[in-house]
């Protein structure tokens, strides 16, 4: 499975983005999806995941409520809303594939990583 991640940039404080990432390779459906993001001089970490059929999905507490995950099989695309952005936001987002049927958030369960794509939340 190749990954192809986008729709990142410059955004003001309380502003939104929508990242999309696009599956490519083989079947997209079997896969749970997640997003991580990395911010400068910090360990990347899990941000949301959702499974494969869409019925669970799980979120870190710092973006509860701003952010929400969803994907469409038929486009072998997983989509990140992010509203209510903020400058602790700005990161590399990276999105990743796990074959295992329930949501993971830990990176060892991925094994499929796109290339990022940066967010960057101005003040």
């Known amino acids: 499975v190749q990954l192809q991640a986008s729709g990142g940039g410059l955004v003001q404080a309380g502003g939104s983005l929508r990242l999309s990432c696009e599956a490519s390779?083989?079947?997209?459906?079997?896969?749970?999806m997640g997003w991580f993001r990395q911010a400068p001089g910090k360990e990347r970490e899990f941000v949301t995941a959702?499974?494969?059929?869409?019925?669970?999905?799980y979120y870190a507490d710092s973006v509860k409520g701003r952010f929400t995950i969803s994907r469409d099989n038929a486009k072998n695309t997983v989509y990140l809303q992010m509203n209510s952005l903020k400058p602790e936001d700005t990161a590399i987002y990276y999105c990743?594939?796990?074959?295992?049927?329930?949501?993971?958030?830990?990176?060892?369960?991925?094994?499929?990583w796109g290339q990022g794509t940066l967010v960057t939340v101005s003040s």
């Open positions: 990743a594939a796990s074959p295992s049927l329930r949501v993971g958030v830990l990176q060892g369960e991925y094994i499929y």
């Open positions: 390779g083989r079947s997209f459906s079997g896969y749970a």
């Open positions: 959702i499974n494969w059929r869409g019925s669970s999905i």
